[in-house]
T-cell receptor, first 116, second 114 residues
Framework: DVKVTQSSRYLVKRTGEKVFLECVQD?????MFWYRQDPGLGLRLIYF???????EKGDIPEGYSVSREKKERFSLILESASTNQTSMYLC???????????????FGSGTRLTVV | AQSVTQLDSQVPVFEEAPVELRCNYS??????LFWYVQYPNQGLQLLLK??????LVKGINGFEAEFNKSQTSFHLRKPSVHISDTAEYFC????????????FGRGTSLIVHP
């Protein structure tokens, strides 16, 4: 029962290409997040969203943008891919309800992006 | 703002031995605490969490953790590990009543040897 789905597991793109990473959740969560994960650096927050059409910058937003047109879908866009954006990208969602028994992040399986 | 320290970057252990992965946090307010596991080339999966109530929390795959408020710790334990427990483990903390943007530790790589 997959609950957060990332459209691609592995992706290879060329420098300068516009890249779209898609994430869909089926848990009716308000919050959605994009992280990148690199060896030795842990998880770094790129962007997050609390609601449809709303977005907030995380710790490393430069070179990225996001789109949330529907509650269940949160897209990460690399406007002009560069080799230093080669990384594992993780999408996550969570409920706003702190009292809920399922409170916490649910992650997708990740997209390993290589920019050549 | 909160912070999380995972004291060991790598923990090697033999199969069927007990293991403890250490996590300390700092925060000026009440917190929620989480442990996640990441198997190679996969996303993170929730192992267990502390929201309130009993300080001893049991999770999936035989793992448990104890919230110690005075020592600001949330160490993860398993009495007998299997080869299949080899993975990266992340501790995370978020502040109750806050925006719920958790802070993650850098991760601990658990390596189980036969």
């Amino acid at each position: 029962d997959v609950k957060v789905t990332q459209s691609s597991r592995y992706l290879v793109k060329r420098t300068g290409e516009k890249v779209f990473l898609e994430c869909v959740q089926d848990m009716d969560h308000e919050n959605m997040f994009w992280y990148r994960q690199d060896p030795g650096l842990g998880l770094r927050l790129i962007y997050f969203s609390y609601d449809v059409k709303m977005k907030e910058k995380g710790d490393i937003p430069e070179g990225y943008s996001v789109s949330r047109e529907k509650k269940e879908r949160f897209s990460l866009i690399l406007e002009s891919a560069s080799t230093n954006q080669t990384s594992m990208y993780l999408c996550a969602s969570s409920s706003l309800n702190e009292g809920a028994s399922n409170y916490g992040y649910t992650f997708g399986s990740g997209t390993r992006l290589t920019v050549v | 703002a909160q912070s999380v320290t995972q004291l060991d970057s790598q923990v090697p252990v033999f199969e069927e031995a007990p293991v403890e992965l250490r996590c300390n946090y700092s925060s000026s307010v009440s917190v929620y605490l989480f442990w996640y596991v990441q198997y190679p080339n996969q996303g993170l999966q929730l192992l267990l969490k502390y929201l309130s109530g009993s300080t001893l929390v049991k999770g999936i795959n035989g793992f448990e953790a104890e919230f110690n408020k005075s020592q600001t710790s949330f160490h993860l334990r398993k009495p007998s590990v299997h080869i299949s427990d080899t993975a990266e483990y992340f501790c995370a903390v978020s502040e109750s009543g806050g925006s719920y943007i958790p802070t993650f530790g850098r991760g601990t790589s658990l390596i189980v040897h036969p």
